[in-house]
């Protein structure tokens, strides 16, 4: 369950230690389970301390970080939700559009994870990020785009780059059910994009990951493909990408 007090909090208007202290209150008060109240505060005196701290430890061109070299355009359903009929992509996009606002999750796995594995400029997805949410600063968007979401530090910031196929997001959501791409299938008119893209992206990158020593576990996995396989995952995955050039244009 989300607070939404993100931008109180980063407005000046709560601080962080007032937030801390309302929790435990209610903990004792209303005695709450300790491990949501625990993983809350980890999140308000961890996550954002840490890369509040991060953000000032870093150099001045930390923005401009491009591990991966990745430099397709952000597509055009960014910006108008009504382009694109992925469900999660689509839902979470108009939530954006009506509030300003997404979830931790939406953020990392729907959002960010699609334009890690499709190959956006890291810099486009973060302008994307800065324009549309009503909590972008840049101390916390750099950080949490740059550094965690796309990995473009290569790694300063977080241990493994956050890609994930339909699974995880069938896992954390309900929308995979009531979506017209099937979250089982990695190749073919209905499979999903973020399974294409999620190996397509593996494929692409796979001797950089190498030497992340959290990856050597998902990367054995791209030995079970087959070549045809490999084959028809990379033809998917261009013409998706081309598909969306002529939309454009
Ligand atoms: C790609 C991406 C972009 C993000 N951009 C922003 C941003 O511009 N501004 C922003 O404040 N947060 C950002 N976050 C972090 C986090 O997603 C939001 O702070 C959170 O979703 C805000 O909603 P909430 O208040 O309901 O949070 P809750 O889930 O209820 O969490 C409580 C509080 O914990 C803090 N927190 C939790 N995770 C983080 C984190 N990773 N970084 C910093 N603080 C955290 C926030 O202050 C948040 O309000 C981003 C995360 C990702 C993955
Ligand atoms: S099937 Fe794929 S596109 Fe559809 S909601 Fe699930 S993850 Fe998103």
Redesign the pocket.
Known sequence: MASLISPYLNLGLLTPFEVIQAVENAFYEQKLEINSIEGYIRQVLGWREYLHGFYHYSDENYAQNNWFNHTEPLPAFYWDSSLTD????HQTLSQVEKMGYAHHIQRLMVLNNFALIIGVSPQEIENWFHAVFIDAYDWVMQTNVIGMGQFADGGLLASKPYAAS?NY??KMSD??GK?V???NTRIGEKA???NYFYWDFLLRHQDQLRDQGRMSLILGHLDRLTTDEINMIQFQAHQWRQQQKSHKT
């Open positions: 992925m469900n999660c992509l339909a997001i069938d929308y995979c979506c791409y099937q979250k999903c994009p973020f």
